[in-house]
């Protein structure tokens, strides 16, 4: 199985924050990487996939990077809907894996 | 607009099968690949599955052999049966499209609401 790694587990910022979230794959997965929203109680959101494609209707403030096992999430101007936990997936390969979340909370 | 929506029970025995169905609406299960995914409390996201639009089926290796997907076109419905159950398997369970697009890039796009299964005695 890929191991993907993602970090910092949490992180405490502020609403106007530039945020950054790196997930690590074990191994390559060219740019085979989506990330996801989840907030309490719901269903995880699809916001990028292909590591830096918008999902319809995701606000520009987010934006992904990366390729090979290295890659990163950033949220340019945190907002206070964007207080969530988010997921890296790869889909290089099954069976699908999933970082273990940030929680990105209010400071 | 493609909907997904789980149904079953939600608390079931050790040693018991959870079944679970999904209902999709505003689009075919005919099309694209069609999975369930878990989260226990607290928890992170195992993917534990899908049944492809050509019905082939692939499963996580730690749950191969107690679990089994299953597609029924006319209803516009898939199932999810995962049986010997432990404590362990208490989680949310999901059912989800994985969209596959014309430049070959695979995406969970549509989840439903999940279904808490509990396994208790």
């Known amino acids: 199985d890929i191991q993907m790694t993602q970090s910092p587990s949490s992180l405490s910022a502020s609403v106007g924050d530039r945020v950054t979230i790196t997930c690590r794959a074990s191994q390559t997965i060219d740019t085979y990487l989506n990330w996801y929203q989840q907030k309490p109680g719901q269903a995880p959101k699809l916001l990028i996939y292909g590591a830096s494609i918008f999902h319809s209707g995701v606000s520009s403030r987010f934006s992904g990077s990366g390729s090979g096992t290295d890659f990163t999430l950033t949220i340019s101007s945190l907002q206070t809907e964007d207080f969530a936990t988010y997921y890296c997936?790869?889909?290089?390969?099954?069976?699908?894996?999933f970082g273990q979340g940030t929680k990105v909370e209010i400071k | 607009q493609v909907q997904l929506q789980e149904s079953g029970p939600g608390l079931v025995k050790p040693s018991e099968t959870l079944s679970l169905a999904c209902s999709v609406s505003g689009g075919s299960i005919s099309t694209d690949y069609w999975s369930w995914i878990r989260q226990p409390p607290g928890k992170g996201l195992e993917w534990i599955g899908y049944?492809?639009?050509?019905?082939?089926?692939d499963y996580n290796p730690s749950l191969r052999s107690r679990v089994t997907i299953s597609m029924d076109t006319s209803k516009n419905q898939f199932s999810l049966k995962l049986n010997s159950l432990t404590a362990a398997d208490t989680a949310v369970y999901y059912c989800v499209r994985e969209k596959f697009d014309n430049n070959n890039w695979y995406y969970f796009d549509y989840w439903g609401q999940g279904a808490l299964v509990t396994v208790s005695s």
């Open positions: 997936q790869q889909s290089f390969i099954t069976p699908r894996t």
């Open positions: 049944m492809s639009d050509s019905g082939s089926t």
